[in-house]
Structures are given as C-alpha cells and as structure tokens.
C-alpha cells in the first residue's frame, strides 16, 4: 500500500510480552512395586499491545471518500496459571499395573483494553464524531480432575478399565465503559456475567491381544456430562440459565496386521466428542476497531 493514497487502508500492533514459568516435581519410590509423586507448576505472563488502524469509509456506489475512521487500541493481559499433580502408581513382574492421578489448575486472567475511534473528514483535518470506550474482562477458571487406570494379563491378552471425574467452575466478567466526556459510565446494554460449571463423569474397558501376526483390539468409553451455564445481565430481562445432563458412548475397536518388521496394515475405529471453548461458549467481542 501507497501511504500517500487517499484509498489506504493500514493497521499495526506493538506486542510486549513478559513471562516466567516455574515448575518443581519430586517422586518417591517406596519399593519395587509402588511409586509416589508431585509436581507443582506455573507460569506467570504480562502482556501489553498498542495497535492503530486507519480506514477509509465511502458509499458501495461511490468512489469518493466520506470519512476516514482512525482508531487506537491498548490492551494489558496479566495471565497467572498454577497446576498441581499427586500421582500414585503400582507395578509388579506380572504385568498388573495401577495408576491413580489428582490434578488441580487455577487460571486467571486479567485483561483491560481502552480504544479510542475517531470518524475525521476525508482529509483527516476535521474531526466529524467520535467514539471511546474501555473493557474490564477478567476470567477465573478452576479445575479438579481424579483418575485411576488398571491393567493385567487376561486370557493371553490384556485387559484394562479406569475412571476420570473432572469439574470445572469459570466466572467471566464483561464490563464496558464509555467516555461521551472525560469520565467512564458504565454502558449496562454490552455488560454482563458469565458463569459455567460443569461436571464429567467417564469409565472405560478395553481389551487386546495378539494372535500369530495380528492384533485385536475392543473397546468401550461411557461418559455423563452435567453443565450449567448462568448469563447474569446487569438488565435483568436479558437473564438466562442453560443446564445440561447427557450421556454417551464412544466405542473403539480396531485389527492390526504385522507384516514384517518393517510393514503393519490397520484397521481401526473410534468414536469421540469434541466441545467447545469457554470462548466459544461466552463469545465476547475483540475489537480491532469500532467496525472490526
């Protein structure tokens, strides 16, 4: 693009990002069959970003300029993320084995943003109107999840089954602010709350073996899920709660043949689920500008 053409349209960012992390693990062999371990992590980023964009407005009809829209944006993200694991595992010279995990992560997040747009002639020496306005966004997530897994040898095969139970609990908040003057009000149409808890309850088995030069595996994954999501509106009309309770099946089977040591040929199926983000689920907008 031609800087000095009347038509350009330009925008560009300065990111600055500090970030530490911290991770600390220790594992404590009791004997030759059972281990105990821990691990403590984190990391901790601070992250700043100044952006502007020049955007030239005209008519569909039309080749001549209306109004430029000039827009700044700056933005700081403070993200603390924290993650615990106590694990516990058994194995003995059968080839029975068990393992049980407890994990814990916290999330937070907080995010500022303050945008000013600016609608100027086509010219840019005249100011035609103008538009500022800031965001207060912070989110906090907490996870537990507990999980245990079991094998052994079972007519000539292995045999295996476990369970995992997770929760997870997340308040958003979405405040915005517009500046008609040189101080905030608070704009209660585009503010709200977003709370979403939700709760996974899965078990599996599964079972394989070998027979000559193929190996057969079946399998089979239950999985109740229970959410809750709670939309508090700071206009009490727009209010609205949407609760969840499903569950579903996921089998998994598969035929592999080992042809030599260096060929395999497989046949395999497996059924999953997919869900969304938290972002997804709570789509704010990202504003580059007014429009965008």
């Not at 939309?231 to 042809?259: C, E, H, M, W």
């Amino acid at each position: 693009f031609q800087s000095n053409t009347l038509f350009d349209s330009r925008s560009s960012s300065v990111n600055e990002t500090n970030a530490n992390n911290l991770k600390i693990g220790y594992d404590y062999y009791a004997n030759s069959r059972n281990t105990f371990g821990l691990v403590l992590s984190g990391n901790f980023n601070n992250g700043l970003n100044n952006g502007k964009t020049r955007t030239p407005i005209r008519s569909f009809t039309s080749s001549t300029i209306d109004s430029i829209l000039v827009a700044k944006s700056s933005s700081n993200n403070k993200n603390y993320n924290l993650y615990s694991n106590i694990n516990y595992k058994f194995q003995d010279t059968t080839g029975t084995t068990f393992n049980a995990d407890f994990d814990y992560g916290k999330y937070t997040s907080d995010r500022t943003n303050f945008q000013s747009n600016f609608y100027l002639n086509n010219t840019e020496s005249t100011t035609l109107s103008q538009s500022i306005n800031s965001q207060n966004t912070p989110i906090l997530i907490d996870i537990f999840s507990l999980k245990s897994d079991y094998e052994q040898q079972l007519f000539k095969g292995k045999f295996g089954a476990g369970f995992k139970t997770s929760l997870v609990k997340t308040d958003n908040t979405f405040e915005v602010f517009n500046y008609p003057n040189s101080l905030p009000i608070f704009n209660a149409q585009l503010s709200n709350q977003f709370e979403f808890n939700e709760n996974i309850n899965a078990v599996y088995i599964n079972y394989n073996r070998m027979y000559k030069k193929f190996n057969f595996q079946a399998g089979l994954r239950a999985e109740n899920t229970n959410s809750k999501g709670n939309l508090i509106s700071t206009q009490q009309t727009l209010n609205q709660t949407v609760k969840r309770n499903y569950t579903d099946y996921f089998p998994s089977g598969g035929i592999t043949y080992q042809a030599n040591d260096n060929n395999s040929l497989a046949l395999l199926y497996s059924s999953r689920i997919e869900r969304p983000s938290y972002q997804s689920l709570n789509p704010f907008e990202f504003q580059i500008d007014e429009l965008s």
